[in-house]
């Protein structure tokens, strides 16, 4: 399997190249400058000037885009519909590292993480960026695409203890009442979505928690 790491420099895109290559698969890092991954392949390429061609041959592209500042955060629509045309039409998946600020907290589906009262306000604006890039997202039946997103506690620094609980559009607590997961363990569900070969959650959004 061949499997492209757009924005592999960064926190959670290192994390997915490293348990890519311990599983011994094809990883190519998309950088636009030094590749600081794992990875022995390399484009150097912006993420906005990626085309067709760049990502042909390969199974998988994982879309580790991040962008925090008010200016840049219009980035996550700009940069998704990017790789969504460029992938358009073809057989490979988009696997999106998303956001957990746009999970639903109620069966209805009519209240998210990000709109309730203990919501930090200094990341609504992450949260509703992200969530306008999903919206786009799910209009897109061209793309074989899978939105990932994390618990509400994402840790960076997390433990890696192999071990997570695969849900769906709702926010999901642990066993102990958590809702919390390291980048480690982050990285090994988006590798292990990439190795499904099942098409179920194809076109669809999933999220993780740590158990």
């Not at 639903?104 to 998210?112: F, G, K």
Request: charged share 25%.
């Amino acid at each position: 399997m061949k499997i492209a790491v757009v924005c592999a420099n960064g926190k959670a895109g290192k994390l997915i190249v490293e348990e890519a290559v311990k599983r011994g698969l094809d990883v190519t890092a998309v950088v636009r400058g030094e590749n600081k991954s794992a990875a022995k392949n390399v484009i150097t390429k912006d993420i906005f000037d990626i085309k067709t061609g760049d990502l042909a041959g390969f199974d998988v592209v994982v879309d580790a885009f991040g962008a925090w500042t008010p200016d840049t955060l219009p980035q996550h629509s700009v940069s998704l519909k990017t790789l969504c045309d460029a992938l358009s039409g073809t057989d490979a998946r988009l696997l999106v590292v998303g956001g957990a600020g746009s999970l639903y907290v109620n069966s209805e589906h009519t209240l998210t993480v990000s709109e309730g009262a203990d919501f930090p306000e200094m990341f609504k604006p992450l949260a509703t960026a992200m969530a306008k890039a999903l919206g786009e997202l799910r209009e897109r039946n061209d793309v074989k695409w899978t939105y990932i997103s994390p618990a509400g506690d994402f840790q960076v620094d997390g433990a890696r203890t192999g071990k997570y609980i695969l849900g769906g559009e709702e926010l999901t607590l642990n066993s102990k009442g958590e809702s919390v997961i390291s980048y480690a363990d982050y990285a090994i569900a988006v590798v292990d979505e990439a190795l499904n070969t099942s098409g179920k959650n194809v076109q669809k959004r999933i999220s993780v928690v740590a158990e």
